[in-house]
């Protein structure tokens, strides 16, 4: 259904002879890999119903694009987090579980992602908007990964001041395997859209 609309949606817009730039937000699940670093070079997987519709999507309006001259920029955003981002995520559910004095629930602590802050996002696609760009891929993400449990020990020590928590999951957790630890390469990123994360883990998360 998410897919049919947009394509209606796009499809509309992309008739009306004023459009000359599409920045479309797609998803770093679209390379379908749980290790290493992501380029934005990299070939798409369609593993699921989400990746194929995303991919699908890309597809159609880059074709599109380049029939009608509009630029098209696809955003392949990573872990975004901040103000506004589901209760049931990673980091507020961290907090919400400190503030209330409880041992955060983190089922794979060694699993790591690159976590991208929303204001960083935002910069990103107000340059896109202001400025010519190049069409094609972009990743947006920090360049590293963290661990779930380095998320935790970092927020901990903002909301509390303390580590006993994140140190408590770490005993219990000792013999728990990672099989998760990607990461976005963004050099291309950086010097076609002149941008780079700003925020550290750390002030993202205060």
Request: net charge negative.
């Amino acid at each position: 259904l998410n897919l049919n609309k947009s394509l209606d949606f796009l499809s509309f817009i992309t008739d009306i002879d004023s459009c000359k730039k599409i920045l479309i937000s797609g998803s770093c699940w679209e390379y379908g890999i749980r290790n290493g670093e992501c380029r934005d070079s990299d070939e798409s997987i369609s593993k699921d119903y989400f990746t194929l519709a995303k991919n699908s999507l890309r597809l159609w309006t880059e074709m599109i694009s380049k029939d009608k001259s509009i630029d098209f920029a696809w955003f392949r955003l990573f872990y975004v987090y901040g103000p506004g981002q589901k209760q049931n995520s990673l980091i507020p559910s961290i907090l919400k579980n400190l503030k209330d004095g409880q041992l955060p629930d983190i089922k794979t602590p060694y699993n790591s992602n690159d976590y991208i802050f929303i204001d960083d996002v935002i910069d990103a696609f107000s340059i896109a908007t202001n400025n010519k760009l190049e069409s094609g891929i972009y990743n947006l993400g920090t360049g590293k990964s963290s661990s779930a449990i380095e998320v935790c020990r970092v927020a901990e020590k903002i909301a509390l001041g303390s580590s006993s928590f994140s140190e408590k999951i770490e005993t219990q957790s000792q013999l728990m395997d990672t099989n998760t630890n990607f990461w976005a390469e963004i050099a291309h990123t950086k010097d076609r859209l002149k941008w780079s994360a700003k925020t550290t883990l750390d002030e993202g998360i205060k």
